[in-house]
T-cell receptor, first 113, second 115 residues
Framework: DAGVTQSPTHLIKTRGQHVTLRCSPI?????VSWYQQVLGQGPQFIFQ???????GRGNFPDRFSARQFPNYSSELNVNALLLGDSALYLC????????????FGPGTRLLVL | DQQVKQNSPSLSVQEGRISILNCDYT??????FLWYKKYPAEGPTFLIS?????DKNEDGRFTVFLNKSAKHLSLHIVPSQPGDSAVYFC??????????????FGKGTKLSVKP
């Protein structure tokens, strides 16, 4: 069975640019969450989507946005990139019910120069 | 303010011995706890979880213990194997249905298992 997939695997951008990261959940999973992991820290929650609706948002600026499509795949968009946005961006999927485990993709490593 | 704390950045254990990784939390609303393992250049891999109605959950070589009064959980790996060498993250969530999208992670503990 295919796990969570993310694209691209690596990305280099310059300050002020915009980036779009993509995630495909495990088949049958209806919930997708996005996390940012900077070096030396644990992943930090950005967004959760369930059935195409935003269910949760972490403490990130409005430059970060996301959406979920009818096939449950998701995009994370970041505008006006800052150097501090350099991180590993992780996508996780789950069935979306109570106490459901989240399964993570390999991540997209973003470097902002 | 860190709600989930892993106070040991690293742990070194001999192959075949027990590895004990610890995690403390501050939010009494957390009701679901998970451990993930992460290798370099990969996403976190789910290991084991426990809900707040239990105090122990076991899966093969992995056992998680939850002490709610102390707001403490631990992961025991017995016996430890060199392939267990990775960074281990403790994570927690609160609020029941639908809230598992918002996991709060600790900073991780790097486990090294020496042959």
């Amino acid at each position: 069975d295919a796990g969570v997939t993310q694209s691209p695997t690596h990305l280099i951008k310059t300050r002020g640019q915009h980036v779009t990261l993509r995630c495909s959940p495990i088949s049958g999973h209806k919930s997708v969450s996005w996390y940012q992991q900077v070096l030396g820290q644990g992943p930090q929650f950005i967004f959760q989507y369930y059935e195409k609706e935003e269910r949760g948002r972490g403490n990130f600026p409005d430059r970060f946005s996301a959406r979920q499509f009818p096939n449950y795949s998701s995009e994370l968009n970041v505008n006006a990139l800052l150097l501090g946005d350099s991180a590993l961006y992780l996508c996780a999927s789950s069935l979306g019910g109570a106490l459901e485990t989240q399964y993570f993709g390999p991540g997209t490593r973003l470097l902002v120069l | 303010d860190q709600q989930v704390k892993q106070n040991s950045p690293s742990l070194s254990v001999q192959e075949g011995r027990i590895s004990i990784l610890n995690c403390d939390y501050t939010n009494s609303m957390f009701d679901y706890f998970l451990w993930y393992k992460k290798y370099p250049a990969e996403g976190p891999t789910f290991l084991i979880s426990i809900s707040s109605i239990k105090d122990k959950n076991e899966d093969g070589r992995f056992t998680v213990f939850l002490n709610k009064s102390a707001k403490h959980l631990s992961l025991h790996i017995v016996p430890s194997q060199p392939g267990d060498s990775a960074v281990y993250f403790c994570a927690a969530s609160a609020g029941g249905w639908g809230s598992q999208g918002n996991l709060i992670f600790g900073k991780g503990t790097k486990l090294s298992v020496k042959p």
